[in-house]
Each structure stands twice: as C-alpha cells, then as structure tokens.
C-alpha cells in the first residue's frame, strides 16, 4: 500500500503542504474493504487444501500444515462417483447458462433496437412493463411456473431453466442496449439505406458492431445469473444427472456436512469460470454500464 | 415504417389508432419474441397467484380439488404472529442491507475513482464477491461463522476478546445481523459498478471551476458530483432494495430461517409455506400481498427511470 501512496504522490504535479484527509481516509478506507472481501475468499482457499481432520481443529490451523489437494482430485477424477457427479453438474451448469446466453442475445438485441428506433403505439408501457419484470421475487412464479412446465411437458428439463432465466436476464439486458442504441446517430444508418442496403443489413453492418460492447456486458450478464441461479433449478428439477452446480453442490453437502474442505473446494471451483469471464471482460461491463444505462 | 419520426400527438378516436397500430405492424415483430417470453412467465403465473390466494389447499390434496375459501386467507395472515416478526425481520434487512451496501459501495467508487498504481487490482478483488455465486458465498460464510471451527470465533478467542468461540448463526439475538454482512459482502460491488459508472459522467470541468472558485473537497461533492449522481443513485438503490427485498438464497442456505424464525424473511417464509407445508393458498395470499407492496416500489422505480427517459428525450 504505501508504494501505491509515493507513485500516487509522485504523479501529482502540485505540492501539497498538509496532509490531504479524504485521500488518506479513502485509502485506509479501501484497505478495510479489501481486508473484508478477499479474507473470507482467501479462507475458502486454504480450507480447500485442509485434510477433513485438519480443518476441524480447534484453535485451527492458520496455515494447513501438510497442504493437500485431497479434495480437489476426488472432485475432479472422473473414476469415482463423487467426481462423477460434480462434472456432471459442472456440464449441465455450463450448458444450461451457454444456452441461456446465446438465446437472451438473440431476443433483447432486436427488441432494444426497436424500442430505441421505433415510435409504435404502446412502446412506453412495453418497455417499463419488460423492465417491471425485475422487480419481483421468483418465489411467486415458483407454482404456477411449474405448473405451467408441467402442461408443456418441460418438468425435469433443462429447457425449463433456460426459459425461465431468459426472462430475468432480458430486462436488464433491453435496457443496457437500448442506451447504447440511442447513442449510436441515426443517420449512419440512412446513409446506408441511401447506399442501397436493407434495413436489416443496416443493422447487422452498421449498428451491431457498434453496439458489441453492450452485447458483451448482456451476455456475461446472462451467463453469470444463469450460472448462479439457485431457486428454479431446485425446484425444477429432481432427477440427479441433471442438477446444475449450485443445487447439486447443495444437495451433495447436505449428506456430508462435516466435509468443509470438499464443500470449499467445489465452492471454489464452481466460483472459477464467472470470475474469469468478469475479470477478462469487466471493462466492457463497466463501459456499457456508464454508456448504456448511466449516460443520459 | 419510419424511422424516427418523432412524437406525433395522441389525440384522435379509437379508428386512428388502430390505423397507426397498423402502419407499425412491422415494429412489432422487433419486441414480439422478448414480450411472448414476458407474457408466459410472468402474466400468467400472477393471475394463478392471485386467484389460489382466494382458495383453501388442504394437504394430501390434488391442487384441482382446492376450495374456495374468499380472503380467509389474508385475515389469517394479517392476525397471526409470525407475520410481524417476518415482516420486521424483511424490513431490518432489507434497509440495512440496502443502506450499508449502498454507502460502502459509493465509497468504494470515490476511492477508486482517482487514478493510482494497482486501482485496476483493487477493482477486480473488490468486484468479486458480487460475481461468485450466493450459494457458494453462503457456505464460505457459514465456515467463517461455524460454532466450533470458525475463523471469527478462534480470532476472538485467541485475542483474549471471547472465552470461546460465541455463536453467530445458532442464537436468535446474533443471526439476523450476521447474515445482513453477508448480504452486504455479496452486494456492496454492484452499488460500486453503477456509482462508478455514474462519476464518469460528471464533467470534469465543472469540479476544476469549483476548485478555482475555492470550494473544499467536501464542497465540491456535495455541490457538484452528488447532484448529478442523484439519479443513477435511486436506481442504484431502488434495485439494491428490490434484491434484498426478494432475497432467498442467504437465509434459506445458511439458517433456512432458524433459530426460531429469527431469520425468516417473506420470501424464505413463503417458500417453506409452500414447499414445505403444502399450504399453497396462504402462500399465494403472501405473495399477493408481496406483490402489493413491490408495486409501491415500482411505481418510484419507474418513476426514476422515465427521469432518465425526459433528460434524454430533451437532450
């Protein structure tokens, strides 16, 4: 920390003759908060290489004395029954969010073009009432939802869950586009429709690139809230070979409740794939946050 | 099909209207697939919500079988005793959690917000909790709070502070504030996305005229970036609100509402109503009930967000 405090320093041209309060105070202040987010996640990690016998010690080891990658190996060997079903949930998860991405693009995209482009009687009231769909729980579309896959026949299907995970993922997705869409000028588009091409190749030459960091930010959206999803997936689904990862992991660690370092490790291991897509991606979701929705 | 052809008034008949609805037939095709999915999962499962929350589900049977029972339902809840104590659980939760969340993430942004060695770091590190799963933050946070092994209690002991390790999530007193830092953990970033999202739209002209003209560091938050946050701060806060109001996966992972229903909130307590105790037609009259009141915060939401709609029409 106090190197960042010199450069930071150093790259001011004005000198300071006293001690500037806010900055020391948000400094101390950012210390804490990254004290509060990274020891819990460090925690998990040295759990996760913790024997069973190891962890439950008391006072406990700060630093596992025989570090082991006992339970990564047994989660990840696809010649036990555990390591089976964790993959499998691992594949489904993954399929089920993929899925969810790829549909969710194709449905905000046209829809936030035209409610940004078109003047059609009711625009207004569809728009907020898309946007409304935010603002409740799922818990209240939990029975008929499930009655309703059941009269399409979809109980028990990962077809379900991406139907449902669409609809929560495409509020948020509409509205973050439609603000890049007002933002790109109209007019390159008539210039070139005047150049001889279709509104449709208009819009997938002209407009679609320029809007590809908001369709990044929609699917990393997506995919996160699909990958995460707890509630449908445990109640949509009962067969074992098809839970996705937050449910199965659930219901694994419900039997063995004792086994921390597992339960830390496929934590882990379930975090790993939404935080590298954030952290490779994160600028484009920060950028069309502050173009999309915030630049107005 | 015009693009762009700006606002034309409303008035005029019915005959007008279904002309215009007409000319933009096409339009329609653009927003049809996002409505349709709309229309099935949400329209269809609040009319079945509202009308099982007029009807008595017996146990054991079939759901077609139900009987009609008029707002027996509501008059229950509204006179029995859990019902206030989930409804100031959800509200301690919820405001605390939106709150805390809100302030520690705009902090964050205002921290972040100048440029220094290692920012793009802290950044990420900061931005993680909010990424990462509930479930699994749920397990990590219950490993920290176990009665035995925990990290916090072995920390207290070791410093002389506790004489063992006290219980954080097994005692009524201590498991509703232990679960709203869990809560904050996981939300905090979001609040620090949008806030710095949002300080990147103030002009930096204007705080550098506030500087020459003499105003203080706080003056010049106060006076100029805060007015013009004022906006993507309600939304911020209208959605950090919504998500805590609807939360689930916390309390139903860590406690499932224990001990004692310390830590039910509305939305674990319907679902235990629900799935767990067949009472499907209470539950419905829950979720109406919870629904009235997210439509008093929608209405605010879509009011801050039509804000942005008018900025935007007139710029």
């Known amino acids: ?60 080891q700060w630093w596992p004395d025989q570090p082991t990658l006992a339970s990564y190996q047994k989660l990840l060997d696809p010649q036990n029954s555990v390591g089976q079903d964790f993959l499998r949930f691992f594949w489904n998860s993954l399929f089920v969010s993929t899925a969810t991405t790829m549909l969710s693009v194709i449905v905000a995209v046209p829809a936030a073009y035209a409610f940004s482009r078109f003047t059609f009687p009711g625009r207004n009231f569809l728009f907020f009432a898309v946007l409304l769909r935010n603002m409740f729980p799922a818990v209240i579309f939990l029975v008929p939802l499930f009655i309703l896959m059941r009269a399409i026949g979809l109980v028990n299907t990962h077809g379900s869950l991406i139907l449902t995970y669409l609809t929560f993922g495409l509020p948020l997705a509409i509205w973050l586009l439609k603000g890049f869409y007002d933002n790109i000028p109209v007019q390159l588009e008539q210039a070139a429709r005047i150049d001889g091409a279709t509104r449709f190749q208009a819009f997938i030459l002209i407009v679609m690139p320029l809007s590809a960091p908001g369709i990044i930010a929609t699917a990393i959206y997506s995919f996160i809230g699909a990958w995460n999803e707890y509630i ?14 937050p449910v199965g992991i659930q219901r694994f ?19 790993v794939p939404v ?22 | 099909m015009t693009i762009l052809t700006g606002k034309t008034g409303t008035r005029g008949g019915l005959r007008p209207l279904l002309r215009k609805i ?60 859990i019902f206030w104590k989930v409804t100031s659980n959800t509200l301690i939760w919820t405001l605390a959690s939106t709150f805390i969340a809100f302030v520690l993430g705009f902090a964050c942004a205002l921290a972040l917000h100048r440029d220094f060695v290692g920012r793009g770091v802290l950044r ?19 490993w920290i709070y176990h009665s035995d092994f925990g990290i916090i209690g072995a920390v207290l002991v070791q410093f002389g502070l506790a004489d063992r390790p006290p219980n954080f999530i097994d005692s009524v007193s201590t498991v509703l504030p232990s679960l709203i830092v869990v809560n904050i953990w996981r ?71 224990g001990p004692s229903n310390a830590s039910h909130i509305w939305i674990t307590h319907i679902y235990e109503l629900a799935f767990g105790r067949q009472r499907w037609g209470v539950a419905s009259a829950y979720s109406v009930l919870l629904f009235l009141i997210l439509m008093m ?13 008018r900025k935007d029409g007139s710029a």
């Open chain 1, 1 to 60: 920390m106090s190197t960042t405090a010199e450069t930071a320093a150093r790259g001011q041209p004005r000198r300071r003759m006293r001690v500037d309060g806010w900055r020391w105070g948000g400094r101390i202040f950012l210390v804490f908060m990254v004290l509060y987010t990274a020891l819990p996640m460090i925690w998990m990690l040295l759990t996760s290489i913790k024997s069973g016998f190891a962890a439950m010690q008391f006072p406990p």
């Open chain 1, 232 to 245: 449908y997936a445990y109640t949509f689904l009962s067969k074992n070979e098809q839970l996705t990862l």
């Open chain 1, 253 to 271: 660690f419900s039997e063995n409740t004792t086994d921390f370092p597992g339960l830390m490790a496929a934590s882990f291991i379930m975090s």
């Open chain 1, 275 to 296: 935080v590298v897509l954030f952290l490779v991606l994160q600028r484009y979701f920060v950028r069309a946050l502050t173009e999309g929705a915030v630049k107005h």
């Open chain 2, 22 to 81: 007409w000319e933009h037939r096409a339009d329609y095709a653009y927003v049809l697939p996002a409505i349709a999915v709309m229309l099935i999962v949400i329209a269809y499962p609040i009319y079945y919500t509202v009308e099982l929350s007029f009807f008595n589900t017996p146990p054991g049977l079939q759901l077609r079988d139900k009987i009609f029972v008029g707002v027996d339902n509501y008059t229950a809840i509204l006179s029995s005793e």
């Open chain 2, 124 to 142: 990420a590190i900061l931005i993680i909790p909010w990424v990462i799963s509930a479930v699994a933050a749920s397990y990590i946070w219950k």
């Open chain 2, 187 to 257: 939300e905090f970033p979001f609040a620090m996305i949008m806030m710095m999202a949002g300080l990147q739209t103030v002009p930096d002209q204007l705080l550098r005229a506030a500087k020459v003209d003499g105003a203080n560091a706080w003056q010049r938050f106060w006076h100029v970036t805060f007015p013009h946050l004022r906006n993507v701060s309600t939304v911020t806060i209208l959605l950090l609100a919504v998500a805590n109001f609807n939360s689930f996966i916390i309390p139903w992972i860590m406690t499932g509402g």
């Open chain 2, 297 to 309: 915060f929608g209405y605010f939401y879509v009011r801050a967000l039509s804000g942005n709609e």
